[in-house]
């Protein structure tokens, strides 16, 4: 066996390594393994592999692509176990990768064949070999200029219907250029199908481009529309806090103000010996205080406290017994957005789910601490009915007409922080445990 010929053979293998730096480096965040104990192990694996494949390749008349695509797969199910991140992501992530191998993989069979006319599609060809590596090189350090782009994609886009269909775009790309992987080199320098595939392949790489972009400026648009709302929302809570507090300090303040009047009727009273009247009237006055109340404080956090004193104003309208342990500080590494999107969807989905319980069963309990540091740990546990709809494994809403939305936000912000979130039930319970990690020098 010729050793230069199982070096080529080898090289023809290791384009899918600058694919495999395009698939890790924009989801680092999320490896299992840290990069710099993964880059030591991957790479002398993946060059051996190419090696191995390259002189099983060369011990017979074995087209090279035989072996490719089963090691894109195996590459695929790897990608999967060492990225903890959604699925679809990373099955868009890794396609966009086989898309931009894919034009160099063209580039070579076009070039060679329109600048050698004497080359055959067979033939072993390092000038080829050099332009697809060019090609595929230039066109990975476009996409990795773009990481920062892809990593907060998939950080806060969730849309998970958008995940299912974008995904298509670079399979299809991909599809289309194997497609056009020419039989014979004889067929490319007929009449002008050389041009015809350049403009073809042009098309399809601005439309790979333009989409990625699109799919950018798409998922940034989106996610300003749900932080203005939570926004919204959340200042709608504080006001609604405002204002009982205000009414609450107007009451005082007229009590304060009719207080010297109402010393002087006691007096007055007294002296003329009205006991009836005078504890008739000490009766009323109490009563009247007692009904003046300041707005419950249940945490530090104002953000929290406001969201959930307007969910617990609800529940206790329904006649949901609450009990409620939240120790969070004014100042938290978390944003109030965030934050007011857990806490709301929590209770939000608490109260719905007892209202179709029986009132002596309703019930809310909800406690939330920094005990550990570093980590925000929540949990809620409360009544429903029994009856829950999964689909894939997950919760969905049994509202109507709606799939789930809350819990997914809530999965979302929690992989946002680094963190988990686990719901299930036991028997009429549905508990919920979230854990968010918190950057060690904001929580102190």
């Known amino acids: 066996m010729n050793f230069w010929n ?152 969730n849309t998970t219907l958008f995940w299912r269909i974008a995904w298509m775009i670079p399979a299809i790309i991909s599809f289309c250029n194997i497609y056009m992987i020419p039989i014979d080199y004889a067929n490319i320098r007929v009449g002008r199908v050389f041009q015809i595939a350049m403009v073809i392949e042009g098309v399809l790489f601005l439309f790979f481009m333009l989409f990625q972009s699109l799919l950018y400026i798409i998922a940034v648009t989106t996610s300003r529309k749900i932080e203005a709302d939570s926004t919204a929302l959340m200042y709608q809570l504080q006001a609604d806090q405002y204002e009982k507090m205000q009414a609450y300090l107007d009451e005082t303040r007229r009590i304060r103000h009719d207080f010297k009047h109402t010393i002087a009727v006691l007096n007055e009273l007294s002296q003329t010996g009205q006991y009836e009247k005078l504890q008739e009237y000490i009766s009323n006055y109490s009563s009247e205080i007692s009904n003046v109340q300041a707005p419950a404080t249940y945490c530090d956090n104002p953000v929290v406290n406001a969201t959930i004193h307007y969910y617990i104003d609800i529940a206790q309208s329904y006649g949901i017994r609450t009990k409620l342990q939240v120790v969070i500080p004014k100042e938290i590494a978390i944003s109030d957005i965030d934050l007011c999107l857990i806490f709301g969807n929590l209770l939000d989905n608490a109260v719905t789910a007892c209202r179709h319980v029986r009132t002596d069963a309703r019930f809310i309990r909800l406690s939330a601490d920094l005990d550990t540091p570093g980590h925000l740990y929540i949990t809620m546990v409360n009544s429903f009915d029994g009856n829950v709809c999964t ?54």
């Open 6 to 157: 199982l070096v080529y053979r080898a090289a023809e293998y290791g384009i899918i390594l600058p694919g495999i730096f395009l698939c890790i480096i924009p989801v680092a965040d999320w490896l299992i393994i840290p990069q710099r104990k993964l880059y030591p192990v991957l790479l002398p694996c993946m060059v051996a592999v190419c090696f191995m494949l390259a002189w099983v390749d060369s011990s017979g008349s074995y087209y090279t692509n035989i072996f490719f695509f089963p090691l894109l797969g195996i590459c695929l199910i790897a990608y999967f176990l060492t990225v903890k991140l959604e699925k679809l992501k990373l099955l868009y992530m890794f396609l966009c990768a086989t898309a931009a191998l894919s034009f160099g993989c063209i580039m070579n069979y076009y070039i060679i064949a329109r600048i050698d006319p004497h080359s055959n599609i067979h033939d072993d060809s390092v000038p080829g070999l050099i332009i697809q590596y060019a090609v595929s090189l230039l066109i990975m350090s476009v996409l990795l200029r773009m990481r920062h782009k892809y990593r907060w994609l998939f950080e806060n886009f």
């Open 391 to 444: 689909r894939n494994g997950k919760y969905i809403s049994t509202k109507e007409r709606k799939s789930g939305i809350g819990l997914a936000s809530i999965q979302a912000t929690t992989q946002k922080y680094h963190g988990s979130s686990n719901f299930y039930t036991e028997q009429h319970e549905f508990i919920s445990n979230i854990m968010l990690k918190l950057k060690e020098n904001e929580t102190e």
